[in-house]
Nanobody, 123 residues
Framework: QVHLVESGGGSVQAGGSLRLSCVQS????????MAWFRQAPGKGREGVAG????????HIADSVKGRFTISQDNAKKTVYLQMGVLKSEDTAMYYC????????????????WGQGTQVTVSS
């Protein structure tokens, strides 16, 4: 079992920045990848960014490419989502997810999920 805890959400004005953190605990040795997803009110869950734990290669959704980056600190078992040039459409609950197999970046392929952290961007 893997336990994930997100932090760093909050309210920010458009154009601002935030950094989200996700700390994993538990049986983390088998975690192959971690990712960030978001869900805005009335919308489906959207993949934002992902990272392979071994090697650190990343995947960034087109909707945030050039504005968001994902990184990790393996010693701290933490993955970060650095968000810049925030827009009102970035307002959502952001979720961290982890998986042992990483078949794809689809949310249906992620087994472990955090409780989420809210990001609100005001224009």
């Amino acid at each position: 079992q893997v336990h994930l805890v997100e932090s760093g959400g909050g309210s920010v004005q458009a154009g601002g920045s935030l950094r989200l953190s996700c700390v994993q605990s538990g049986y983390t040795e088998r975690t192959m990848c971690m990712a960030w997803f978001r869900q805005a009110p009335g919308k489906g869950r959207e993949g934002v960014a992902g990272i392979y734990i071994s090697g650190g290669s990343t995947h960034i959704a087109d909707s945030v490419k050039g504005r968001f980056t994902i990184s990790q600190d393996n010693a701290k078992k933490t993955v970060y989502l650095q968000m810049g040039v925030l827009k009102s459409e970035d307002t959502a609950m952001y979720y961290c997810a982890a998986d042992h197999f990483c078949d794809s970046w689809s949310d249906t392929d992620f087994e472990y999920w955090g409780q989420g952290t809210q990001v609100t961007v005001s224009s």
